[in-house]
């Protein structure tokens, strides 16, 4: 008999401390039941993947089935670490949604051409931020089928 895999773990880079409460507090309105994780910056972001430093407990910090990626972020921004990851071979199946501020159109053509999954800019209210996070729960982690490797299934 198979035993239920663990649901998806989510990770989020956002450098605002204020957009990290305010997804969190969305997760929670929507009741999605997937780990949420974050970390302020791209370096920050990619020693999570990496498991490199703080990030090597595969039970404190297991592989995110999502990333969730803010595009301007200090140390390194999201457009580099969405590069990096597609570039690499361990790394380039994890879905990536951008989640950001900005609606420049050289941001969006630039990320789908880097391999970003999904682009969305970051809603002003809470209200709008809770449909996104119904949205992306209901897309990302019931409709889509991920690869196996992203750590389980959807709530």
């Known amino acids: ?28 309105e929507c009741r999605l039941r997937n780990p949420l994780h974050f ?24 592989m995110p089935g999502l990333v969730l990626l803010d595009l301007n972020m ?21 879905p990536v949604v951008i989640l950001t501020t900005s609606k420049a159109e050289e941001d969006v053509a630039r990320s789908y051409r880097d391999g970003v999954n999904s682009f969305i800019t970051k809603p ?3 209200t709008g931020l809770t449909d996104v996070v119904q949205t ?10 991920l690869p196996p490797e992203a750590g389980g299934d959807a709530c």
């Open 124 to 126: 002003v209210t809470f």
């Open 74 to 94: 200090p140390r390194k921004d999201g457009r580099e670490v969405l590069r990096e990851i597609k570039a690499d071979p361990k790394l380039r199946a994890i």
């Open 39 to 62: 970390v302020s910056d791209g370096e920050e972001l990619l020693d999570y993947l990496r498991r490199r430093g703080q990030y090597s407990d595969d039970d404190a910090y297991p």
């Open 1 to 28: 008999m198979n035993s239920p895999r663990q649901p998806i773990a989510i990770l989020m880079a956002d450098d605002d401390p204020d957009d990290r409460l305010m997804t969190q507090e969305a997760f929670a």
């Open 136 to 145: 992306l729960g209901k897309y990302w982690l019931q409709v889509v089928d």
